[in-house]
């Protein structure tokens, strides 16, 4: 069973990090030769990796999916995912 309190947790944060991405206004790659930028940036674009990695995490918990031991194993299971 899903906790749909900590989804929706995870979820808004994705949101809201991708909103201070867009905020930051980066148009062009040379935006990022502002070490500000720079810095904002991969800071946000780490805090939103590691939000979608607790959203993967949170499936995987609730749909007892297990971690598979080896790389062959996601695919010959499907992963449960269909």
Do not use: C, H, W
């Amino acid at each position: 069973m899903f906790d749909l309190e900590r989804l929706t947790k995870i979820i808004s944060d994705i949101y809201r990090y991708l909103d201070y991405l867009e905020r930051i206004e980066i148009k062009d790659p040379r935006d990022l030769d502002d070490i500000r930028n720079f810095y904002a940036v991969s800071m946000i674009l780490f805090t939103l990796i590691n939000r979608v990695i607790d959203l993967g995490d949170e499936i995987v918990t609730s749909r007892n999916l297990g971690v598979p031991d080896i790389p062959g194993d996601l695919q010959s299971s499907g992963a449960g995912l269909g």
